[in-house]
């Protein structure tokens, strides 16, 4: 499978532990998204990536999450001190070139904290 | 600010039965509409978008501008439609061109 790959798919953690994802891109592909999705919502918009540089965050992105793109391949995720409310499916996108392109997402990392 | 609504969480239809799955967006700008699906374990793909005006897996989808509509359809529902649909507006006035989804409507087809 040469799709958008995430690591790890799955997470349990106490609360106030550290977590870090990983996203691997579909080869090429310069845009890279992070979105958040939890139970019974559809995904939100949390960063956006075009190549290294990271051009947008959301106000969700609180100062807790920190996400980087070193080199404009693959990209991490963390979060620090997690809390309850930051249980959710992190998924990772990525897309190529011009915008408009089709979006390819993974298949999600699951954090629960606990 | 832009918001996408999907007024059912759950649709179940018998086989061979037509499908419609509403989607309602509220943007100021000119909207540029997809459809994502979630099959069970599988991951989020597109399915279509408007501005391709293409018919995949037989379902259509038709942007009326005038009530604010990109309601996916489909003649003949099948078993295999069963899954979890995502409607999706773009951002186009913010350079990253996100998505702004709602929040799904499951799909349960009924043999």
């Known amino acids: 499978d040469t799709g958008v790959s995430q690591d790890p798919r799955h997470k349990i953690t106490k609360r106030g532990q550290n977590v870090t994802f990983r996203c691997d891109p579909i080869s090429e592909h310069n845009r890279l998204y992070w979105y958040r999705q939890t139970l019974g919502q559809g995904p939100e918009f949390l960063t956006y990536f075009q190549n290294e540089a990271q051009l947008e965050k959301s106000r969700l992105l609180s100062d807790r999450f920190s996400a980087e793109r070193p080199k404009g391949s693959f990209s991490t995720l963390e979060i620090q001190r997690t809390e309850q409310g930051d249980s959710a499916m992190y998924l990772c996108?990525?897309?190529?070139?011009?915008?408009?392109?089709?979006?390819?997402f993974g298949e999600g990392s699951w954090l629960t904290v606990v | 600010a832009q918001r996408v609504t999907q007024p059912e969480k759950l649709l179940s239809v018998f086989k061979g039965a037509p499908v419609e799955l509403k989607c309602n967006y509220s943007?100021?700008?000119?909207?540029?509409l997809f459809w994502y699906v979630q099959y069970s374990r599988q991951r989020l793909q597109l399915l279509l978008r408007h501005i391709s005006r293409e018919s995949i897996k037989g379902f259509t989808a038709d942007l009326n501008k005038g009530e604010t509509s990109f309601h996916l359809k489909k003649p003949f529902a099948q078993e295999e439609d069963s899954a979890m649909y995502y409607c999706a507006l773009e951002n186009s006035g913010a350079g990253s061109y996100q998505l702004t989804f709602g929040k799904g409507t499951k799909l349960s087809v009924i043999p």
């Open positions: 996108a990525s897309a190529l070139g011009n915008p408009g392109n089709t979006i390819y």
């Open positions: 943007y100021s700008g000119s909207p540029e």
